[in-house]
């Protein structure tokens, strides 16, 4: 069900959403659209997505025709905010004028190239690109054309991989690796068993752990400028030379012959090199120490997230589970109903529009019981693809999560508690801290660097006849001129800080009105628990009542078609009020950052 409540002044129009976008009710809302929406460049259109619980491909379809024709969307909740924000990344410009962008950075670039700027690329395509635009005066100007037209198109290549690549990271936490063969038998899933299948197939929780594993080498990699390289090795040669090709063709007059050899010698040495001193070195170490912790925390805060996100996946089946059962008994309704009045028409006590009446709402019970159990199976293979379920096995929910309420924290504690558990906040601040270390790094590359190095060996014409030589040295350097090298440097460590500082900031800022949000929707979530539950007592009240009426024959099936609607908006009201009951705790849990450590306590669930 959905509900559309549309305001205007001369200023502004408002539309209001409440329930769940999907057919039939995406076309309702279309037809509402047309009809009552106005262009207008001093006029703006508000659609509050608030209460908004669900949006399938057609009503985000819908969502983006009515982006682009001007509407502000706003919403609070994850699931919501995440569907607009993928709304409003997608179709901004045609392809003509996005290519024609491309182009003319091509063509900047080629001109660019031909006043001195040097280019560097690692990638083939895009060396090619800069190959094209590097050749100056071979060949025509139409064979140079054809060069700006293949860096264009390079371009072209390199954003849509990056979009691609965008796209695969947004989804990552979405996917999974497959655990293995679907088994026979039909597996009973606890929450529990799904958050920790998912802390282990999961694409992102895998990735993060990786990027963790990666940050680790940096590390390794920063710490071997610091300690001592040691080699050794073992030779055997043969050799025999020619003196004629050194130009000592006169020797031969004296008794040396010009081709020396063959002859032979073995050799064996050891080699070691230690930087006493290197302030840049040391800063470095330091930095990539911090970022390998910081890389932790963001594993540590991607788990988070992954927890939240099956916990929302597992409510949705939950709740298409619960809406198929309120909408089976709504079929029955409906049925008893028909065959009712199909015998009170048979018995000539009640006129034949009463059995086409109920016929028609038996049909759309029966269409909204078609929807709901697809809606179930594809909540069903979402969660099975986000834990990384065998592909094809058949499962189904072993716990329902019953309501249960919870004593939430005030906003203060709450906000204490965020700021010292949030994994992503303490990664920023980790992040930061190398920020800093690095751009120390980077002033350090002025000071000077004390090595040595030496090395030893034995060689002779074989190991019985040999000798030990050697050799060691002591260095210091001092940079006088690096051509703006250090400078350049310390420029990008001062803008990565700064960049990093603001994102820590971002971050606290996001955590308070994550922690708001969630409180806010909990206390709202509880109230409408208690509200809905009132009013399916309610409307079952009134369905009775309207039925003793029927079969008195003191009214018309109208009436009890009215009564089974009201009770059906009841039902859908009351299981979507479980619902974001439930997501509300599992999102505050994730606000505060312990959902993966006790998404148990704040659900009920075993």
Known sequence: MLKISFSEIPTEEKWILEGRLTEPWVRELRTSWKKNHRTAKERACIVDMNEITFVDKSGERLLRAMVIEGAQCIASGIYIKHILENLTTKG???????????????????????????????????????EQLTVKGKGSVLNRLTGFFFAAVVAVFAVLIG???????????TGSVPSGPASDGLVQLTLR???????????GAIESGQNAQIARGQRLLALSNLLPQVSAGASETVEQLNLATFGLNGLQTQGIPTVVGPFSYSSVDASISQTLFSYESIQRFRAAGTAEQAAQLSYQDILDVVTLTVGHAYLRIIEADSRIKAQEAQVQNARALYDRA???????TAPRIDATRTEVQLHTEEYNLSIARNSFAVAKLALGHAIGLPLGQQFELADTLPYSEITPLSVDDALQVAFKSRSDFRSALDSLTAAAQTLSAAKGERYPTVAVNGDYGDIGPTFGNSHGDFTFQAEIRVPLFTGGRIK????????????????????RGQIDQDVRTALLNLNAAKEQVEVAKQNVELANENLARSKDRFTSGVTDSVEVVQAEQALASANDQYITSLYNHNFSKLSLARALGVARTNYQQYLGAK
Not at 96 to 104: D, V
């Open 342 to 348: 199909v015998d009170q028409v048979q018995a000539g």
């Open 488 to 507: 350049g440097d310390i420029t990008q460590a001062e803008a990565a800080l700064r960049q990093r500082k603001a994102e820590a900031e971002n971050i």
């Open 92 to 130: 901004k410009g045609s392809v003509l004028n996005r290519f024609a962008g491309f182009f003319f950075a091509a063509v900047v670039a080629a001109f660019a190239v031909r006043f001195g700027a040097q280019c560097i690329a690692t990638g083939v395509y895009i060396k090619r690109g800069l």
């Open 163 to 173: 979009g691609a690549t965008a796209k695969a990271q947004n989804t990552a936490i």
């Open 193 to 203: 068993d799904a958050i920790k299948m998912a802390l282990r197939y999961n694409l």
